[in-house]
């Protein structure tokens, strides 16, 4: 169950079960993000990462999802090439109430909302033949909390 789970922990899957969300934890007290993550597209060999960073005022969660982005230091125009999606990302938890995602030692959420991924990978590198051959909804769900 999602309720026993840290956010820094959970496991996620889209409904066509062609995609896994993972998170892992950062580890680091001094990180700008409060979650880390990686997107699977099952049946390739394609993992993307992803990171969610708090925003202010007002107070948001701020996702990237990214493909092969450089090491070290990278330029806007290198990050902004392998940005695959970026927007707000939301938590529904079990009575359907939709909120900011919670950092890293958080609850885990029931659900999670990345709106308007499934176009964004529509539109990207990872589309095509050998690659992502289904988009996925926006709303993944829980499916364990790993250890």
Known sequence: MAAECKQANAVYTDRD????LRFTP??????????RF???????????DG?????????????????????GDATGADLEAC???????????AKGTLDNLQPEAGQAADKIVFPGIGPA????SIW???????????VLDFKECAS
């Not at 597209?41 to 993992?47: H, M």
């Open 26 to 35: 950062i580890a680091s007290a001094a990180a700008a993000a409060s979650n």
């Open 83 to 93: 940005t695959i999606w970026q927007g707000m990302v939301y938590s529904i938890d």
């Open 121 to 124: 990978i529509r539109a990207s």
């Open 17 to 20: 079960g062609a995609y896994e």
């Open 51 to 71: 990171y969610v960073m708090p925003s202010e005022d007002p107070a948001r969660s701020l996702a990237m999802v990214m493909f092969k982005c450089p090491d």
């Open 128 to 138: 095509g033949k050998g690659k992502a051959s289904v988009a996925p909804w926006d």
């Open 38 to 48: 990686t997107v699977t597209v099952l049946k390739t060999p394609l993992t993307l």
